[in-house]
């Protein structure tokens, strides 16, 4: 499989360009690393490639928050300017003067 540089980076916020939800990147897999059975829950007309990379979100619906793992092609940048609510961000990030959110310092390597 041919590996390809992130598109997105940890902090940048994202929504699905399919589904209706939102999150915050917390974590970005070079390529596919979920199992074969989460794999194939997918509907194979809309299963994404797996050498490209795939994101760990604290995602969020109208409904619920939750943590999704999407493909790349999947994502697209979140331009509302509308406040994520899940509440494990303050956990990981920091929210910086610009509005950017930081990974904190302590958790990162």
Known sequence: ???RNAKFN???VVQHRMFPFRGVI???DPEFANTEEWWNSIPMEVRPSKD???YHLL???DETEYVAYVSEQNLINDES???LR???IAQIFDKAP????KPKMSLAH
């Open 52 to 54: 490209q990379p795939f």
């Open 86 to 88: 899940n509440p494990q």
């Open 26 to 28: 917390f974590d970005v």
């Open 98 to 101: 610009t509005g950017e959110l």
């Open 1 to 3: 499989m041919k590996q």
């Open 10 to 12: 940890i902090g940048d």
């Open 59 to 61: 995602a969020e619906n």
């Open 81 to 83: 300017g509308v406040p």
